[in-house]
C-alpha cells in the first residue's frame, strides 16, 4: 500500500499540490476509485479524480487561481472540473446518495466521511483511497485483496449495489474485459437475478458501455459474463440466440462460440494486417454480429445437412434494427451492416473463377469498408483443419493481389461512368430527372463489367440504351 503511495506521488505532483492547497484551507483532500486501482495496476492516466469534504463552493474558492481551466458542469453533482499542465482533475464532494430504484438517478445527499463516500462505490477495487496530505492508503473494504485476487466484488451487497444502479451490472461485464478480473460468485447470483433491471437504464448508457467492452483487449469474457447471466437477452438478445443446438449430425459449428472466435482473430488482424493505430469499434461489432442471420435462416436437408441461406441479408438487417435501438451513431449502422452484408461475398470466389468484373464490385461495394472487410473475411475462418484454413488464406491473398493490380491500372476507389450527369443530358437532350439517373446507373455497370471505355465507346454504348428505352437524341 505505501508502495502505491510511493509511486503515485512520483508519477502526479499536481495531486500533491493540490492537495497542499485544501489543506491549507482546512479540508481533506483524497485521490480516488479507477485511478488509485489503475495506478496499482500500472495503468496510469493523466486523468485523476478525487474526493474531499469540501462543499462545490468551497472546492472553487480553493482551485480559482490555480486551475488554467474550470468548468461547473457536474456542481449540482457535487464535481467540480479542473485542467492543469494539460491533465483533467474532477473533484467531487464526499457522497451519500439515495436512490429512488426506478431510475439510476440518486438525490443528491453530500457526505460527511471518506468511509461513507466510498461505500457507495460500484466495487471494491474502485472504492480505496490515498489521503494526499496524510500520504496514507485508505481500503475499507478491502479492495486491495480483491484487486491481489483480481476479483470484482462491491462494497456494499451486490443486490444493493444493482439496485442502486443497474448500469453497475454492465460495468462488471466491462470490467471483466478490460481488467480481465472474474466476479465474485454473488455478483454473478445477483446479476443473474437481476438480469431485468437494466431495463431501467437508458439506451444511451448502456451502449457507452457496451462499446467500452467490445474496445478492450479481450471482450470475450465480458460477454461471455453478459450472456451467462441474462444480461445480454435484455440488451444484445441477437448474441445468446446464437446458441443453437448442435444437430445430430453435427454438421454445423456452434454459431455463438465461432462468433466469439472471430471477434478474437479479428482484434488480432486489427495489428497484423493493414494494422490500424486504436482499436477498431466498426469491425469488432461486425464480427461479433456477422452470423446473427444464422438461427433465423437455419434449415435442415435431406441426409441431414444444414444451410443458411441469405443468413448475411437477413444479419444485415438484424444489425442494423439493433443497433439503432442502441442509438449507435448513423456511420456505425450503416457500416457495420454494410459488412454483415458483405462477409460472406468472397466465398464465391472459389479458386479465383471471378472476372475482373466481379473483383471491380467486390471493391465498389466495399467502399471505403474494404480495410475492414479484408480482415472479416480472414478473421471468419475458424476451421481446426490447417490444410483449409491455409489454403482459404491463399486464395484471400490472391484476391487482394488482383485487387492491388487492378488499383494500379484504375482507380478503383472511385469507380464511376465513363461520362457524367452533364454529358449525359447534352448526348440524349434530357432534363435533370429520374431517366439521367437511370442512364448514369447503366453506364457505371457497363464501367464495372469492362473496366475503362474511351469516350467514343462510351457515347457509343449510351446512343444504343437510349434507342433500347425509347429516348430519340437531338439530332
Same mark, same amino acid.
Given at each position: 500500500m505505501q508502495n502505491a503511495v510511493t509511486e503515485l506521488m512520483r508519477i502526479s505532483p499536481l495531486a500533491d499540490e493540490l492537495a497542499g492547497l485544501f489543506s491549507k484551507a482546512g479540508h481533506k483532500l483524497y485521490l480516488v476509485g479507477g485511478s488509485v486501482r489503475d495506478v496499482m495496476l500500472g495503468r496510469g492516466s493523466h486523468d485523476l479524480d478525487f474526493t474531499t469534504d469540501a462543499r462545490p463552493q468551497q472546492v472553487l474558492d480553493i482551485v480559482r487561481g490555480w486551475a488554467d481551466n474550470i468548468w461547473e458542469v457536474g456542481i449540482a453533482f457535487g464535481t467540480v472540473g479542473v485542467t492543469k499542465q494539460g491533465s483533467l482533475l474532477e473533484i467531487t464532494t464526499f457522497r451519500a446518495d439515495s436512490y429512488d430504484r426506478v431510475t439510476r438517478n440518486p438525490e443528491v445527499t453530500f457526505g460527511d466521511t471518506i468511509e461513507e463516500d466510498l461505500l457507495r462505490r460500484d466495487f471494491s477495487v474502485n472504492a480505496m483511497a490515498i489521503d494526499l496530505a496524510a500520504k496514507k492508503f485508505v481500503d475499507p473494504y478491502d479492495g486491495m485483496s480483491a484487486l491481489r485476487d483480481r476479483l470484482l466484488d462491491t462494497p456494499a451487497t451486490p443486490q444493493e449495489s444493482f439496485a442502486d444502479d443497474p448500469l453497475r451490472m454492465l460495468r462488471a461485464a466491462r470490467f471483466a474485459a478490460q481488467l480481465g478480473f472474474t466476479p465474485a460468485p454473488r455478483v454473478v447470483k445477483a446479476m443473474t437475478e437481476m438480469a431485468g433491471e437494466i431495463d431501467r437504464i437508458t439506451a444511451e448508457r448502456v451502449q457507452a458501455e457496451l462499446s467500452k467492452l467490445l474496445l478492450a483487449d479481450d471482450p470475450r469474457p465480458g460477454l461471455e459474463l453478459m450472456v451467462d447471466t441474462g444480461l445480454a437477452e435484455r440488451v444484445l438478445p441477437e448474441v445468446p440466440g446464437m446458441r443453437l443446438a448442435i444437430d445430430e449430425h453435427h454438421q454445423h459449428k456452434d454459431v455463438y462460440q465461432h462468433s466469439l472466435t472471430v471477434l478474437r482473430q479479428a482484434i488480432e488482424l486489427e495489428k497484423t494486417h493493414e494494422p490500424t493505430s486504436e482499436p477498431d469499434l466498426i469491425l469488432r461489432l461486425a464480427a461479433l454480429l456477422h452470423d446473427v442471420g444464422k438461427p433465423r435462416t437455419r434449415e435442415f436437408q435431406p441426409g441431414g445437412g444444414v444451410s443458411f441461406h441469405h443468413?448475411?441479408?437477413?444479419?444485415?438487417?438484424?444489425?442494423?434494427?439493433?443497433?439503432?435501438?442502441?442509438?449507435?451513431?448513423?456511420?456505425?449502422?450503416?457500416?457495420?451492416?454494410?459488412?454483415?452484408?458483405? !462477409?460472406?461475398?468472397? !466465398?464465391?470466389y472459389g479458386k479465383g473463377e471471378w472476372t475482373d468484373s466481379a473483383v471491380r464490385r467486390y471493391v465498389t461495394d466495399a467502399g471505403d469498408l474494404l480495410p475492414r472487410l479484408h480482415k472479416l473475411v480472414r478473421a471468419d475462418c475458424t476451421t481446426r483443419n490447417r490444410r483449409k484454413a491455409a489454403a482459404l488464406q491463399a486464395t484471400y491473398d490472391q484476391l487482394e493481389e488482383r485487387i492491388a493490380r487492378l488499383r494500379e491500372q484504375e482507380d478503383l476507389a472511385r469507380v464511376r461512368p465513363d461520362l457524367d450527369g452533364n454529358a449525359i443530358m447534352e448526348l440524349l437532350g434530357l432534363q435533370p430527372g429520374p431517366q439521367v439517373g437511370q442512364a448514369w446507373k447503366f453506364l457505371k455497370e457497363l464501367r464495372l463489367d469492362r473496366g475503362p471505355l474511351d469516350h467514343d465507346e462510351a457515347v457509343a454504348e449510351l446512343l444504343k440504351w437510349a434507342a433500347a428505352n425509347g429516348i430519340t437524341p437531338p439530332a
Open positions: 443468413h448475411e441479408v437477413v444479419g444485415a438487417k438484424m444489425a442494423r434494427k439493433r443497433l439503432r435501438e442502441l442509438k449507435y451513431s448513423k456511420e456505425i449502422i450503416e457500416s457495420v451492416s454494410q459488412l454483415v452484408f458483405l !462477409h460472406l461475398r468472397f !466465398h464465391g
